[in-house]
C-alpha cells in the first residue's frame, strides 16, 4: 500500500496568499484527519471526516481555514489568506472501522508550510 | 485540550540501554496509542493498547496501561541508534473519535 499521501510536502508562500495541501488517504479507509504540528502546540487535530462527511471541525483554528473531502480518495486543507502564524507541519492521517477509537491511525509524511 | 503528557521530555542513552517513558492522562479512555515520528517525517504507528490490557508486547517493544493511575509507559529495550526519535503517547476516549497527542518525547540514543 501506498501509505497516505500529501502534497507539497513543502511550500514557502507570502503572508495573505491562499495554501493549499492535498491529501490522498489510504485506499479503503473511512476516516480521513488533518493534523497541525507546532513546537509550541504540539500535535491539534483541526478537522476530521468520516465517509467524506466532516464530523469535527472545533480545532480549526478560524474562517480563514477550510477543508474539503469531495470523494473517498482525496481531501483538502486550505487556508486563505495565509499569515506567517499558520507556519507549521500539517499531517493528514486515515483509519479504517472504528476511527482512534478501536483502531489505529496511519499518518502521511506532512507538509512542511512557512509562511513569510 | 490535550491529552496525554510524556514524562520525561527528552532522554539521551547509550547504545544498547532500556529507555523508559511515561505518559499520564485525564479521562477515561478506549485505548492508548505510542508512535515514533523520526526527523522530518510522519508519525508511525508502534503499539496499541486497550483499556483491558495491562501489558503488551511487540519486538523490543514493551508497553503497560495502569488505569488506576491513569498512566503507561513504554520501554525500548536494547536500544539502538535508529531508535533515535520522538516519541508520543496518544489517547482515545470512549465515544469519541479524536486521538489526543501529548507533547512527545525526544529520544537519543548515542552509538
Known amino acids: 500500500d501506498a501509505g497516505v499521501i500529501q502534497s507539497p510536502r513543502h511550500e514557502v508562500t507570502e503572508m495573505g496568499q491562499e495554501v493549499t495541501l492535498r491529501c490522498k488517504p489510504i485506499?479503503?479507509?473511512?476516516?480521513l484527519f488533518w493534523y497541525r504540528q507546532t513546537m509550541m502546540r504540539g500535535l491539534e487535530l483541526l478537522i476530521y471526516?468520516?465517509?467524506?462527511?466532516?464530523?469535527?471541525d472545533s480545532g480549526m483554528p478560524e474562517d480563514r481555514f477550510s477543508a474539503k473531502m469531495p470523494n473517498a480518495s482525496f481531501s483538502t486543507l486550505k487556508i486563505q489568506p495565509s499569515e506567517p502564524r499558520d507556519s507549521a507541519v500539517y499531517f493528514c492521517?486515515?483509519?479504517f472501522g472504528r476511527g482512534p477509537s478501536g483502531n489505529t491511525i496511519y499518518f502521511g509524511e506532512g507538509s512542511w508550510l512557512t509562511v513569510v | 485540550s490535550q491529552q496525554g503528557e510524556e514524562d520525561p521530555q527528552a532522554l539521551s542513552i547509550q547504545e544498547g540501554e532500556n529507555a523508559t517513558m511515561n505518559c499520564s492522562y485525564k479521562?477515561?479512555?478506549?485505548?492508548l496509542q505510542w508512535y515514533r515520528q523520526n526527523s522530518g517525517r510522519g508519525l508511525v504507528h508502534l503499539i496499541l493498547?486497550?483499556?483491558?490490557?495491562r501489558e503488551k508486547h511487540s519486538g523490543r517493544l514493551r508497553v503497560t496501561l495502569d488505569t488506576s493511575k491513569k498512566s503507561s509507559s513504554l520501554l525500548i529495550t536494547a536500544s539502538r541508534a535508529a531508535d533515535t526519535a520522538s516519541y508520543f503517547c496518544?489517547?482515545?476516549?470512549?465515544?469519541?473519535?479524536?486521538?489526543?497527542f501529548g507533547k512527545g518525547n525526544q529520544v537519543v540514543v548515542i552509538p
Open positions: 485506499s479503503g479507509h473511512d476516516y
Open positions: 479521562t477515561s479512555i478506549n485505548n
Open positions: 471526516f468520516n465517509n467524506n462527511v466532516p464530523i469535527d
Open positions: 493498547i486497550r483499556s483491558n490490557e
Open positions: 492521517a486515515s483509519s
Open positions: 496518544a489517547t482515545a476516549i470512549y465515544g469519541n473519535n479524536r486521538l489526543a
